[in-house]
């Protein structure tokens, strides 16, 4: 069954950039695995962010970007904001069936 | 506005099975994907299978093969999650989310905690 990686934790400074990447244990992962990106926050259920590895929805802030970027998806935060401080999830696509990463626990400070 | 409901918390005895549902509101039912993900406390999201709201086709996850089925009642706009066989280590808030074109996650319930407990 694949296993999907993500950095479990970044800290980064308000107004700096970080980058979350999401790895698979099959190879490298293209478009075709639809990356998905969700932040969830304490007690909330998680929020889309980004699909099909760079598309924003609506509400989506304008310093998120999703990409691919060495074999792996990735979510990049421009510009962090104190309310960014959250956990992370990715989801890919993977052989018909849907498997979510770890999660990255980013901490602003 | 789209929007997911989902029903109340529940508490169960090891063994029992429950059912969740996800009422949808503000767009067409039939015309997206429903998928149910659990999240164990202080645990990742695991993503358990979807239906095809428009022709009732399902998939689900290996680790909850037999154990899980996913229906909806087209009439009234809603998904439903059955699990069963019980155990604590079912204990989690099960999510509904909504897929309304491959690739794309949008929407998701407020979650159902759910309770296995002696």
């Known amino acids: 069954q694949t296993v999907v990686t993500q950095e479990p934790s970044l800290t980064v400074s308000p107004g700096g950039t970080v980058t979350l990447t999401c790895a698979s244990s099959?190879?490298?992962?293209?478009?075709?695995?639809?990356p998905n990106w969700f932040q969830q926050k304490p007690g909330q259920a998680p929020r889309a962010l980004i699909y099909s590895t760079s598309n924003k929805h609506s509400w989506t802030p304008a310093r998120f970007s999703g990409s691919l970027l060495g074999g792996k998806a990735a979510l990049t935060l421009s510009g962090v904001q104190p309310e960014d401080e959250a956990e992370f999830y990715c989801l890919l696509f993977c052989g018909g069936a849907w498997v979510f990463g770890g999660g990255t626990k980013l901490t602003v400070l | 506005q789209v929007q997911l409901v989902q029903s109340g918390a529940e508490v169960k005895k090891p063994g029992a099975s429950v059912r969740v549902s996800c009422k949808a509101s503000g767009y067409s039912f039939t015309t997206c994907t429903i998928h149910w993900v659990r999240q164990a406390p202080g645990q990742r999201l695991e993503w358990m299978g979807w239906i095809s709201a428009g022709d009732g086709n399902t998939r689900y996850s290996q680790n909850f093969q037999g154990r899980v089925t996913i229906a909806t009642d087209t009439s009234a706009s809603t998904a439903f999650m059955e699990l069963s066989s019980l155990t604590s280590e079912d204990t989690a808030v099960y999510y509904c989310?909504?897929?309304?074109?491959?690739?794309?996650?949008?929407?998701w319930g407020q979650g159902t905690m759910v309770t296995v407990s002696s």
């Open positions: 989310a909504r897929q309304p074109a491959l690739g794309v996650f949008d929407m």
């Open positions: 099959t190879g490298a992962v293209t478009s075709d695995y639809y």
